[in-house]
């Protein structure tokens, strides 16, 4: 054997192809003995539920149209959750990003006596306060901060 290959972690049956899980799975169904095949296959050979689905029809077996669309549903439930998920952390970074602002000035510098902000503008910046910091270039906005030598206002 050559001792280059590394073997890996993964059991070989979680890492079959297609045509491979087919050959393997007609050896494995009649030795499995829980209640839900789909899951149990999707398990063993680490696919998703669409895909044992697919799999399991191709190999003969009937699928209940209902539990295929009940499961369809599921999984678009999931994939809204997701997306909302993510766009939480994406307004949390915005929150995070202009921590020092708001919706009038882009960076607030300090504040006057009387309790007034002054700082950057978000008109003097020429950004919409909605962007991201992937949006647009580090290089084009300068910000000044109190350690500053030459601080412009």
Request: overall charge neutral.
């Given at each position: 054997?050559?001792?280059s290959k590394k073997k890996s972690n993964i059991p070989r049956h979680k890492r079959l192809d297609r045509a491979s899980r087919l050959l393997a799975a007609e050896h494995w169904i009649p030795k499995y003995e829980g209640e839900n095949i789909i899951k149990g296959y999707s398990k063993h050979f680490a696919v998703d539920k669409i895909c044992a689905i697919n799999e399991l029809q191709m190999l003969g077996y009937k699928i209940n149209p209902d539990y295929v669309n009940q499961l369809n549903g599921t999984l678009e439930g999931q994939k809204k959750v997701k997306e909302q998920q993510r766009q939480l952390q994406?307004?949390?970074?915005?929150?995070?990003?202009?921590?020092?602002?708001?919706?009038?000035?882009?960076y607030i510098a300090g504040y006057t006596s009387g309790g007034a902000s002054y700082g950057i503008s978000w008109e003097e910046c020429e950004i919409d306060k909605y962007e991201t910091e992937e949006d647009f270039s580090s290089q084009d906005i300068i910000l000044y901060t109190s350690e500053d030598d030459d601080i412009p206002f």
């Open positions: 054997m050559n001792k994406k307004e949390k970074k915005i929150a995070e990003t202009y921590s020092n602002s708001d919706d009038t000035f882009y």
